[in-house]
């Protein structure tokens, strides 16, 4: 098919250029003696992104999945209370491994579409006077339902609980993209995949430590081998790894670390948050809703679309694809046929993002959904252009 697929689901997201040819590389020696020079940047860099300077960061060959485990398993015991909230398919995830894990998980089930209700957790926290549970796993941005929640406010609860709970933060779809910042905001553990906001293949699990987890892995007596940080500890203090790195993902790492660093950590979320908010004025002009139920909810990174009852949003996606070479994201479990996501995350522009919000119009006008052709666009590009920031040479 001529022209490029217009990739929209997200993640994986667009790979930029210069990702993509920092990782056209030759094999070679993991083990050579300057291998350090790579790594030990890398490691650096990425403290930067996850904004911890105390903590320590970690890289291992694998997805956010493998991420949820190893926070989980390196410093919790088998019968350990976690809390947690359920809200969409990736909570619900997190929440299954973690029993899987031989965790004991409280969790309260919320509405798709909401977030972490804050009062409750603090009230919770409050009662567990004995301090049972030993840490909070909160997903930070839902991406099956475009839910961000208030990490800061999240701190505060446990904080006005008094409660010394780890806090352990899901930030697969955020860390990257949307304001994160793990000294700053008390984050005991966050965890990112590579295919998200670091503009990558999926295959690298990135994890940032703080101390007090670090500290909590020496009691921690979950099984673990291939994903035990002390292994990394260990070896990456020499720079290296305890095992077969992948080369390309790492020239690609160094390469996206690089280019969000020189745009600026602010400049990034400023721009997703921009862009974002151009997409939901689309969602407005089309008359429909999104997934999240109030503006505090709304996430920068994916925008869930709620397609009118008597439709089918698999319709949308399939038209989508097969017709106009376009990927939406598809609704998951509970939200399935209900909603089509735009992924409005990583290496994107005004007119890129345009492709996807042309193109879903496009499909859900092919499948009958009434709307007026042009409207979304229309909306979306009145956004961009009222807040075009000042011209900055694009070299
Ligand atoms: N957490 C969130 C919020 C996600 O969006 C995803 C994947 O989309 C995951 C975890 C799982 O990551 P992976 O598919 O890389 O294992």
């Known amino acids: 098919m001529p022209g490029r697929n217009h990739l929209y689901v997200p993640g ?14 030759p094999m070679e020696d993991h083990r050579r003696p300057d291998f350090p020079a790579l790594v030990t940047p890398l490691l650096e860099n ?9 903590g320590q960061c970690f890289i291992f060959p694998a997805t956010g999945t493998a991420g949820w485990e190893i926070a989980l398993s390196n410093t919790l015991s088998p019968g350990d209370k976690v809390l947690s909230y359920r809200f969409g398919q990736f909570s619900h995830l997190w929440i ?6 031989g965790l004991e998980v409280e969790y309260e089930e919320v509405p798709w579409g909401q977030g972490v209700p804050l009062d409750r957790l603090e009230a919770r926290l409050k009662a567990d006077t004995a301090h049972e549970i030993k ?44 304001d994160f910042r793990m000294d700053e905001w008390g984050i005991d553990i966050g965890v990112a995949g590579s295919q998200k906001g670091f503009m990558l293949p999926a295959g690298l699990a990135l994890l940032g430590f703080s101390q007090k987890a670090l500290k ?21 203090a020499g720079g290296f790894f305890p095992y077969t790195p992948s080369i390309p993902l790492l020239y690609g790492l160094r390469k996206s670390l690089e280019l969000l660093l020189e745009e600026g950590l602010e400049n990034v979320y400023a721009r997703h948050a921009r862009l974002a908010e151009g997409v ?26 709620v397609v009118p009852p008597e439709f089918d949003a698999r319709d949308v996606i399939h038209t989508a694809y097969f017709r106009y070479n376009l990927s939406l994201g598809a609704g998951l479990s509970e939200v399935s046929g209900k909603v089509f996501r735009i992924g409005h995350l990583g290496d994107l522009n005004e007119l890129s993002l345009a492709s996807a919000i042309v193109g879903s119009e496009m499909a859900m006008l ?4 009434p709307l007026t052709p042009g409207s979304g666009i229309a909306a979306a590009s009145a956004h961009w252009r009222e807040t075009a920031p000042v011209i900055q040479p694009r070299v």
């Open 12 to 25: 994986p997201t667009n790979i930029p250029d210069a990702v993509l040819s920092a990782m056209h590389v």
């Open 46 to 54: 990425l403290k930067k992104v996850f904004r911890t300077e105390a």
């Open 96 to 101: 299954d491994l973690a029993r899987r894990l």
């Open 135 to 178: 840490a909070v796993l909160i997903c930070h941005n839902e991406t099956a339902t475009g839910v961000t929640n208030d990490l800061p406010a999240v701190r505060k609860a446990i904080d006005a609980a008094g409660h010394p709970a780890l806090f352990y933060v899901d930030g697969v779809s955020s860390i990257g993209s949307l």
């Open 216 to 236: 909590a892995r020496e009691s921690a007596k979950c099984k673990r081998a291939f994903l035990d940080i002390n292994d990394h500890i260990l070896h990456n």
């Open 280 to 305: 939901r004025r689309a969602v407005a002009a089309w008359g429909l809703q999104l997934c999240a139920q109030d503006p505090k909810w709304y996430s920068n990174t994916v925008s869930a679309v």
């Open 366 to 369: 092919d499948v009958g959904i």
